[in-house]
């Protein structure tokens, strides 16, 4: 999500400091935000001047230490406490006082991660959502440690990206999460129970509901080991069986099964049209 969020950021006209644990990860998530202009060039949406102008407000680095320069510093690493907690304390010496910090975190505590470094008043959570070009919500999160006047900053960040900011108070997975995570983990366990097949029951909710996509093609959009994670945690925060991950999630994400990233998941992505994997249950 990292290069969507520096893709949105540069384009609403922000300088952007793009920060990777290595020069590979790092070409990687510019190349794609530079193919995705070029493909705007091409189909005439994007003039190549805006094209090399948003590029312009894009600079990469490996070292942390470089986001002092920033007012904002947005972390997007994975769903583990113990590494966004390392991250935070790294910026936390390198960053000034007055930089405010925000996670994209979906379901991890603000409040937690707040507490470890010095400024908790300055701390947030700004959660986006896939793929974040396309998708108009940012999810702006206080902990009760937040100012009042960062989170109207927050808030009004996200709506300078063009983005319709969902405020919400710091309850594991938000507003988002908390309604879609338990229909997802639904999708599966309907398939486990034999109620439909992958296609039945995506299709189901796309032509019945008008959803964009099917549960089990967005779970492989988002990611199962994702999900998995996600719902590990919330099931933890609320001991509610709605939350808690389904045998076939586990088994899927054991067997390296992960969705689209992995090239198989609920469907199988080597071949297009994408064809459900057979064998699951
Ligand atoms: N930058 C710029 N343009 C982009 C782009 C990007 N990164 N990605 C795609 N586009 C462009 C495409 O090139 C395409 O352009 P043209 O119209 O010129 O061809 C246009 O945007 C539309 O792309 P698609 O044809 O791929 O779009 P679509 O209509 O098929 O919709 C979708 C794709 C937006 C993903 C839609 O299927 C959808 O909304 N799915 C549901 C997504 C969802 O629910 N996301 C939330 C997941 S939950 C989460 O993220 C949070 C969490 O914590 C788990």
Do not use: W
Request: aromatic fraction near 6%; charged fraction near 25%.
């Amino acid at each position: 999500m990292g290069s969507g969020i520096a893709q949105v950021c540069a384009e609403a006209g922000h300088q952007v400091i793009v920060r990777e644990v290595d020069d590979d990860l790092l070409e990687k998530g510019l190349g794609k935000i530079e193919t995705f202009l070029a493909k705007g060039v091409e189909k005439g949406k994007v003039t190549p001047q805006r094209k090399a102008e948003v590029l312009s407000r894009l600079r990469g680095t490996t070292d942390l230490a470089r986001l002092c320069e920033c007012d904002l510093v947005i972390e997007v690493v994975t769903e583990s406490l113990e590494v966004k907690r390392q991250v935070f304390q790294a910026i936390d010496a390198a960053c000034p006082p007055a930089t405010i910090f925000a996670s994209n975190t979906s379901s991890l505590s603000i409040t937690e991660m707040a507490a470890t470094t010095r400024r908790p008043s300055r701390f947030v959570g700004l959660h986006f959502f896939n793929p974040v070009p396309l998708m108009k919500l940012v999810e702006v999160v206080r902990s009760p440690l937040t100012d009042p006047a960062v989170f109207e900053e927050a808030t009004a960040f996200a709506r300078s990206l063009g983005k319709t900011p969902v405020r919400a108070s710091d309850r594991t997975g938000f507003v988002v999460n908390r309604l879609l995570v338990p229909y997802l983990l639904d999708a599966i366990r309907a398939l486990e129970e034999g109620v439909g097949s992958t296609v039945d029951i995506d299709e189901g909710m796309r032509l019945g509901c008008g959803h964009p996509m099917g549960p089990l093609t967005l779970l492989d959009f988002v990611g199962l080991d994702t999900t998995y994670a996600i719902a590990n945690i919330m099931f933890d925060e609320f001991r509610e069986k709605r939350f808690a991950p389904p045998p076939l999630l586990k088994r899927m994400v054991q067997a390296g099964l992960h969705g689209r990233k992995t090239g198989r998941g609920f469907y199988d992505y080597s071949q297009e049209p994408a064809r459900p994997l057979s064998g699951l249950v």
